[in-house]
T-cell receptor, first 110, second 113 residues
Framework: QKEVEQDPGPLSVPEGAIVSLNCTYSNSAFQYFMWYRQYSRKGPELLMYTYSSGNKEDGRFTAQVDKSSKYISLFIRDSQPSDSATYLCAMRGGADGLTFGKGTHLIIQP | EAGVAQSPRYKIIEKRQSVAFWCNPISGHATLYWYQQILGQGPKLLIQFQNNGVVDDSQLPKDRFSAERLKGVDSTLKIQPAKLEDSAVYLC???????????FGQGTRLTVV
């Protein structure tokens, strides 16, 4: 079992829909959770950064962390074609390097 | 604020040749990372520096890969000799400290033929 599991997709939804992206993990030491967006031939861009369990909202994006279930989510409201990209979840225990999921390829249809 | 700078953007080499990548982190960031991203995969940590000291290089193939961060700022990652399976994007990232947000550069796309 990989440390971080993420469905690679592709996930295709119509413009304006609510998108739900998820990751599960096995390492209970993970405390810091991140979501990155990566466009083709670009580096990952940090979207959300959360510590421990709970919710965090930033504009159209909401990140949720449930440490008891080892499950994290990213919700995108009012999705736009410009949101089409690969979304990577990442996590770390402390001051160590990030462990990434494989990434979910998201397509927003106009 | 300037982001993480990497060069070159693209590199094509033959197997058994050597190659080097350069990274300039965000000013003031003490922690620097090198990641390898193979097509269709998430980035995998190769090495983490805190200032000019190595924190974690457990996943670095040390028989062919080496990295240094002189003076705690810029860093270079070298592969010698390259293999076909080294074809990937090499990403540099930096963070203020080890447990804060990490910001990535554009990456160097390496093709080994």
């Amino acid at each position: 079992q990989k440390e971080v599991e993420q469905d690679p997709g592709p996930l295709s939804v119509p413009e304006g829909a609510i998108v739900s992206l998820n990751c599960t993990y096995s390492n209970s030491a993970f405390q810091y959770f991140m979501w990155y967006r990566q466009y083709s031939r670009k580096g990952p861009e940090l979207l959300m950064y959360t510590y421990s369990s709970g919710n965090k909202e930033d504009g159209r994006f909401t990140a949720q962390v449930d440490k008891s279930s080892k499950y994290i989510s990213l919700f995108i409201r009012d999705s736009q074609p410009s949101d089409s990209a690969t979304y990577l979840c990442a996590m770390r225990g402390g001051a160590d390097g990030l462990t990434f999921g494989k990434g979910t390829h998201l397509i927003i249809q106009p | 604020e300037a982001g993480v700078a990497q060069s070159p953007r693209y590199k094509i080499i033959e197997k058994r040749q050597s190659v080097a990548f350069w990274c300039n982190p965000i000013s003031g960031h003490a922690t620097l990372y090198w990641y390898q991203q193979i097509l269709g995969q998430g980035p995998k940590l190769l090495i983490q520096f805190q200032n000019n000291g190595v924190v974690d290089d457990s996943q670095l193939p040390k028989d062919r890969f080496s990295a240094e961060r002189l003076k705690g700022v810029d860093s270079t990652l070298k592969i010698q000799p390259a293999k076909l399976e080294d074809s990937a994007v090499y990403l540099c990232a930096s963070s203020l400290m080890g447990n804060t947000e990490a910001f990535f550069g554009q990456g160097t796309r390496l093709t080994v033929v």
